[in-house]
């Protein structure tokens, strides 16, 4: 009896095996064929486009608003008897009034493509070019430059149905003269438009236009005349896209560098039994919808050869003298044919399909096929009759199409379900709908080899759905249409979309490991490779330092005869800083020399930097002005750092110019380059047997952009188009001067360094895969380090980009030469290599993409050709500029690296800004520290930058400059209500001072409770002799 307990072991090991291989299906408890239905798991190419989509009419409202032409639609459903309830697209969503929330929607979900069309009768009210709407080309205008602000692809159709009603008053579609209508319409919305728009769609499923606006009638226009007119219209619709397409090959491919193609719909048919006529039934059907318009367009200018025989045939039959469908002449087909750069296809349900002979005594396109057609009531159903849920479909329909027009790229621009007119944000439907059919378009390009690109999601909103009109939903945002503001609401399959797309697909989760990889910043930033965490030393020697400047922390603003500074003068008239705060007292770090010495020497730093007061030394800026007291308190300072082992880093110009030189034009008066040498000569004379480290300027481009560009910093002068350029060329002859004085006068005897600091954003590419998009984070990256540091770091001239644009920018606004200063030949060899060293101040980063602006006046910002944003999805700080984006300091310093040729870098400020509360438990700072300082370790060790030092923004709360004292950087809260302005140590503190002790991090042995007890005790340690020096008196 014993074998029978194996088997029925067995059996039951046979079971558990076979349970665990039953495959996942994409469409559970419906659709469970293994080989058809078997969930498939995988992510889609690199590349791949994710969209949503709405259209003009259906969305818009504002249907006669600022100089808007009636469409047909207008007038269609104006007529009344025509859609249900009489509903109109008057108002729709409203979205002629709601860029600002649609793109907001679309960004929310990731998508990196939004499809939208234009309103013919919005730009041409009577759908002539002598009639230009400017309001209408406003409105989309204003539309395209919001979504590439947000790094989202315009794919634009010129299309969708909403015909200008003056045009249809004289045939519409039915009049051949509408093809030069539409070509002309066409090619001024490439001239218009087209410098931003790359992805154009001449129309949206030109069937629905033909046989519901012109055969059944129950779309607009409504004419019912499905036997001839169908077949003109669709004659007219083709030979107008090849017009259209032609205009774009011609006359704007070459410099717009887009692509151009026509989107199709169609059902999947399929035989309903594998009986040739069944088979020959289903391939009619698909001939007769798409190779109808595909045909001449994908293959040889002609309708397909059995439409041609079906219609003739029945043509004779019905006493028609030829054939009711038309023909093209042979320079017709030619011109026709080939005129796409891909396939467009909305794809919603499927059919099955069967061979009927149909022999009537009136023609009609339905009777012309010889097909019959219906749909399985087991398959689901939506809130539309002719929509039931078959996920299958659009996998062998992309098949059929692939193989069909010889593997042309294919954009699915609609796929969506709907859902009855009801308050329902959890919908499970549209949820299993987007997964399910999402997953088949997977398996149609990993297992069929289908050329699919990309995959738009319908719709993006509720809207009015045609004849249907309201009564039906196919958004993944709810639209309260009772409400005047038409507010949107997300439903949930916002949730499963966005999580889709932002997996780029399906990736199978790694069951076989629990190994979850450490973050850098968890819970926000959790790319494996990118984020994840790196433990290890910094080089031994590495620069620990942390930062502050003059104006910021000294105060004694007018003591013992300093000179006013620009920044005395901008912040006493008012106006300009936040609470009309002033540095007057600031933190009175001029009276705390001791107390500051104290805090830096707490924290283990070997380094400090700080920077020198001009106008505290030399009152009015010149030579013949010399304040003793002032020399005297710089040199007390840096004593004091020596006497605790802490090395000076000393930065001769941050920001507060003497006033006096302000009064001659400051830095736009090129007499500024010798009195900031006679200046940087007296200090490196004075201070620099103890100084070994120099930065002749901090953050030059803020002097230049925010002190000259737009006025918001002292000296407070907007002017962005000239005095930018003039005051960054004479700031670049400053710093070389100075340093050719140390180089030639000081260097061997002093053996000092001297170098200069810029700052700047890691300026990411919206899509790495889009060249466009990478030229424009590289164009930006050179106008902000490149304009100072390619003269300075490589040529001793301007980066060749900045030029070019300057140029190009300069002559179309009709300036004699380039707003752009030249350097001299010699010029430029006296600038090239003078900077022993890269100081990089880095806070946040930035998205950019390529935005071509061209305006009448110069401007440095729009010079430059870019739009840049920053993920809502990142961290914020109590500064509206700033958001905690670890990854983009590792980047930028292999950035910099790379581009001047591996030379030593010093990040000299990196930090963040909380809310000017009491909060000693700064628990943002902490991660940013940790985080950022991670992300350089990981620029040294895995990238190979030449990282020297990291310098922590900043030592204590201080001046912020415009924002006064509402923002507080420091590791140190300043009470500056308290006459001693009493300094308390952050927790931020402590984790610096770890993290400086400990050189980095170092991994513990994780094997050992002994390793980790004693990583406690460590920290505790820290703390406690960090508490205990913080408090010990000089």
């Keep these: 009896m014993a074998w029978k307990g194996v088997v029925v072991i067995l059996s039951l ?11 996942e299906y994409v469409y559970p408890d419906v659709f469970n064929d293994p080989e058809r239905d078997a969930f498939h798991y995988g992510t889609f190419p690199e590349g791949f486009a994710w969209s949503s989509a709405t259209s003009s009419y259906q969305i818009e409202g504002a249907w006669d608003a600022d100089g808007k032409g009636e469409s047909i639609w207008d007038r269609f459903a104006h007529e009344g008897g025509h859609v249900y309830n009489n509903d109109t697209g008057d108002v729709a969503c409203d979205s002629y009034n709601n860029i600002e929330e649609d793109v907001k929607m679309i960004k929310a979900m990731g998508l990196g493509y939004y499809r939208f069309s234009f309103s013919w009768p919005r730009i ?9 709407n400017a309001k209408g080309v406003e409105y989309y205008s204003n539309l395209i430059d919001a979504l590439l602000v947000e790094c989202i692809t315009p794919m634009v159709t010129l299309y969708h149905w909403d015909l200008p009603q003056a045009l249809q008053d004289v045939g519409g579609w039915a009049n051949e003269t509408i093809v030069d209508h539409f070509n002309d319409y066409a090619d001024f919305c490439f001239k218009t438009f087209g410098t931003r728009v790359k992805f154009w769609i001449t129309f949206n499923e030109p069937w629905i236009v033909s046989m519901l606006g012109y055969g059944a009638g129950s779309f607009a226009p409504g004419i019912v005349e499905p036997a001839i007119t169908v077949y003109v219209v669709t004659h007219n619709i083709i030979k107008s896209h090849a017009t259209s397409w032609h205009n774009y090959d011609d006359n704007y491919r070459s410099s717009q560098k887009g692509k151009i193609g026509i989107t199709l719909n169609s059902d999947f048919f399929e035989p309903f039994t594998k009986s040739q006529a069944d088979v020959d039934a289903a391939e009619r059907g698909l001939q007769f919808q798409i190779g109808w318009f595909a045909h001449p367009i994908f293959k040889d ?6 439409m041609k025989e079906n219609v003739a045939y029945k043509s004779a039959m019905q006493g028609y003298p030829k054939s009711r469908l038309p023909e093209f002449t042979d320079d017709e ?7 796409t750069d891909f396939f467009g296809l909305n794809h919603y349900t499927s059919v099955y399909t069967i061979n009927v002979t149909t022999d009537t005594t009136d023609g009609a396109y339905w009777t012309d096929q010889n097909i019959a057609t219906w749909k399985d009531e087991a398959w689901p159903r939506s809130g539309s009759t002719w929509l039931q849920v078959v996920p299958w479909g659009i996998r062998r329909l992309l098949n059929w199409i692939d193989n069909e027009y010889d593997g042309i790229p294919i954009y699915v621009t609609e796929n969506g379900v709907s859902t009855a007119d009801v308050f329902e944000i959890d919908d499970v439907i549209r949820q299993k709908y987007y997964r399910s059919y999402i997953n ?3 398996k149609a390009i990993d297992i069929d080899g289908s050329n699919v690109k990309g995959y738009t999601a319908w719709s993006l909103m509720d809207n009015f759905e045609w004849a249907s009109g309201y009564s039906e939903r196919f958004g993944m945002h709810y639209v309260d249409f009772n409400d005047p503001n038409r507010k949107r609401t997300p439903k949930n399959s916002t949730i499963i979309y966005a999580k889709i797309v932002a997996d780029n697909g399906f990736p199978k989760d790694d069951d076989t490991s629990d190994e979850e990889p450490e973050y850098v910043y968890p819970d926000v930033f959790n790319d494996p490779e990118r984020d994840a965490f790196h433990y290890g030393t910094f080089p031994e020697g590495f620069a620990w330092s942390s930062a502050t400047s003059s104006y910021q922390i000294e105060g004694a603003w007018d003591a013992d005869g300093k000179g006013e500074s620009i920044w005395d003068r901008f912040a006493h008239e008012g106006g300009h800083v936040y609470n009309n705060d002033t540095g007057d007292v600031a933190c009175d770090s001029y009276n705390n020399i001791k107390e500051d010495v104290k805090m830096i020497k707490a924290m283990g730093l070997g380094y400090y930097r700080f920077s020198l007061s001009w106008p505290r030394i030399l009152p009015d800026g010149t030579i013949n002005n010399i304040n003793a007291k002032g020399v005297e308190y710089y040199s007390n300072l840096i004593d004091a750092l020596l006497v605790e082992c802490i090395t000076p880093m000393v930065t001769l110009y941050h920001w507060d110019l003497p006033q006096a030189l302000q009064d001659v034009g400051g830095w736009a008066n090129e007499t500024i380059v010798d009195h900031f040498n006679d200046y940087a000569d007296f200090c490196f004379k004075t201070f620099g047997t103890r100084v070994k480290f120099w930065l002749t300027f901090n953050e030059p481009w803020i002097v230049t952009l925010l002190g000259y560009g737009d006025g918001s910093f002292a000296p407070g002068i907007a002017d962005p188009a000239i005095t930018v350029y003039v005051v960054t060329h004479n700031i670049i002859k400053s710093h070389a001067a100075a340093w050719h004085t140390y180089d030639d006068n000081y260097r061997s005897s002093q053996k000092g360094q001297v170098g200069i600091t810029l700052n700047s954003d890691f300026i990411e590419p919206a899509d790495r895969s889009n060249p466009e998009d990478v030229a424009a984070a590289d164009r930006c990256l050179q106008f902000q380090v490149g304009w100072f540091a390619h003269p300075i770091y490589v040529d001793g ?15 179309m606004q009709n300036y004699t030469k380039s707003r752009l200063p030249e350097f001299t030949d010699e010029e430029k060899a006296y600038i090239k290599g003078t900077g022993d060293f890269f100081g990089l101040n880095h806070y946040s980063s930035v998205y950019a ?18 739009g840049s944003w920053k993920d809502e999805s990142w961290p914020g700080s109590a500064s509206s500029w700033l958001k905690v984006v670890p990854w983009g300091i590792r980047r930028l310093l292999k950035w910099i690296h790379d581009e001047y040729d591996g030379i030593p870098t010093y990040v000299t400020e990196n930090g963040i800004s909380t809310e000017d509360v009491f909060d000693l438990n700064d628990v943002s700072r902490q991660k940013y520290y940790r985080s950022y300082i991670n992300e350089v370790l990981k620029a040294i060790d895995i990238d190979g930058s030449n990282v020297k030092g990291y310098t922590a923004w900043s030592l204590m709360d201080n001046f912020e400059w415009a924002s006064g004292y509402s923002e507080r950087f420091g590791m140190h809260y300043v009470d500056f209500n308290d006459p001693n302005r009493k300094r308390t140590p952050k927790e931020s503190t402590i984790m610096y001072a770890k993290i400086v002790a400990d050189n980095g991090f170092p991994k513990e042995d994780d094997t050992s409770d ?6 406690c005790i460590t920290l505790v340690i820290s703390a406690a002799i960090y508490s205990l020096l913080s408090h010990i008196m000089y």
């Excluded at 046979?14 to 291989?21: C, T």
């Excluded at 002994?1010 to 990583?1015: K, S």
């Design 13 to 23: 090991v046979i079971a558990s095996i076979s349970s665990q291989e039953e495959p």
């Design 124 to 132: 041409l009210p009577d759908g002539t070019i002598n009639n230009i």
């Design 301 to 306: 200018g002609d309708y397909p050869q059995v």
């Design 333 to 339: 087909k030619e011109y026709i044919k080939g005129t």
């Design 440 to 442: 088949e378009v997977l």
């Design 797 to 811: 001239d301007y980066p060749q980009v900045m030029k070019e644009y300057i140029a190009e920018k300069s002559a």
């Design 849 to 866: 993409v390529n935005v071509v602006t061209n305006t009448d006046t110069g401007n440095y910002w729009t010079d430059q050709d870019i």
């Design 1010 to 1015: 002994v390793g980790r007890f004693t990583g």
